[in-house]
């Protein structure tokens, strides 16, 4: 896009948004300072970097076979470097702890430890970006049955509970190097895929491997910590046993125990296919110092579709500006699509959800509290309607012009060509 036709345009903007008394400039510079974790598996299907991993399970699957797929964490990292070279702001990169890098040592992930994921810290060190970090509960034969942390047998429970306590070791090695808390999500499968009597059983199972992994307090200067629900998902579609209602009643009960510090969870594709997550916001916010949400696009059955800037992302945004929290909800990136170019999703994923978020904060949210307050529902409506018309897309491309990355669409060029160079000369 050429620079003098977005400068005008974002002059133009200005101005109208001005007349609604917001300050374009400023909020420019509160976007520099708000940070979108982006997932190293989109850039290889999930696959991880294990050499005897077993593949991706617990419901999780990505389709497609799109050439270019990342092998090894060299090329991994590379195109990560890619996809955030296209990115206006600051990121950070979240790691599953499948993604550990081994050099042939025989270990399982029940002793993995920060040395394994070393090549990932100094990359991170090296761009200043801070790293997140997941347990991998999955993909593995002791998570065949589908039941890790609840499970009842006792060695299978064990490996699992073990594995957690190492990945949270790891992530505060993570946050100390990178000097930026790393957040550490806890997600298990655990589910039935049909009908079962014992559903307290397995739950009160779950609770107990927390208890026990929860005991060892973290510097949160250095680690947080968040717990993931989930409705269904593949093989269990009739029960999961970590719900949204038992982690919410684990989470207030750490907390009425002095443990503050410990997260909910909320993944937009992990509720009914009719309920949004954008209402939950502003309820926990008065109950919890802070939250966690992956940002992600559900479609009918599946809850990891490659994000745009639809309706559900722009409530969930407009919820968190509202209550002016960017510093107490953390967002990542949670989707996994192979069917078109790894580098392209990301790309749309981060810029559409960096949009939204923009969109957000220029709200002219004071317009609407004052017509709210005065009880005039008929212009709340028609200022809310209407401010979504604004000229938001202006200010964005000025934001990618002030961070010197292409605006508008001019992104996929450098894409194509990377594909052309890089991604179709891979095997």
Known sequence: MNKDNII???????????????????????MEDIQISLHCWQGDDVTGLEQDSGGTSGGIMATGNYPGKARTGEELRADLDMAMSLLPGK???????????????????????TKHYIKWITWAVDRGIGLDFNPSCFGHPMASSDMTLSSPDEKVRRFWIDHVKACRNIASDMGRACKSPCITNIWIPDGMKD???????????????????????????????????????????????????FYMGYVGQSRAAGNEDLMITLDM???HPTETISDKISALLLFNKEILVHVSRGVRWDSDHVVISNEDVQEVVREIARADAFDRVHLALDFFDAS??????????????????????????????????NGNFGNRLALTDEFRSLPVGAVWNKFCLDNEVPAGTDWLSDVSEYERNVLLKRA
């Not at 042939?104 to 993995?112: I, L, N, P, S, T």
């Not at 199972?205 to 989930?230: H, M, R, V």
């Not at 170019?341 to 317009?367: D, H, Y």
């Open 195 to 245: 009908l079962t009597p014992n559903r307290l059983k397995y739950r009160g199972i779950l609770k107990e491997s927390l208890d026990e992994i929860l005991k060892e307090k973290k510097d949160p200067a250095f680690y947080k910590e968040g717990l993931e629900c989930k409705l269904f998902g593949i093989g269990s579609e009739s029960y999961v046993v970590g719900s949204h209602e």
């Open 91 to 113: 990121q950070r990169v979240n790691v599953h702890a499948s993604y550990a890098e081994l050099d042939g040592e025989k270990v399982d992930r029940d002793r993995y430890e």
């Open 8 to 30: 005008k345009a974002y002059e133009a903007a200005e101005k109208t948004y001005s007349e609604y008394g917001i300050d374009t400039n400023a909020v420019l510079r509160k």
């Open 269 to 271: 594709g992990h509720f």
């Open 340 to 373: 078109i170019n790894r580098i392209s999703a990301w790309v749309i994923g981060t810029r559409a959800t960096q949009k939204a978020i923009l969109g957000a904060l220029l709200e002219p949210v004071g317009t609407l509290r004052e017509a709210e307050e």
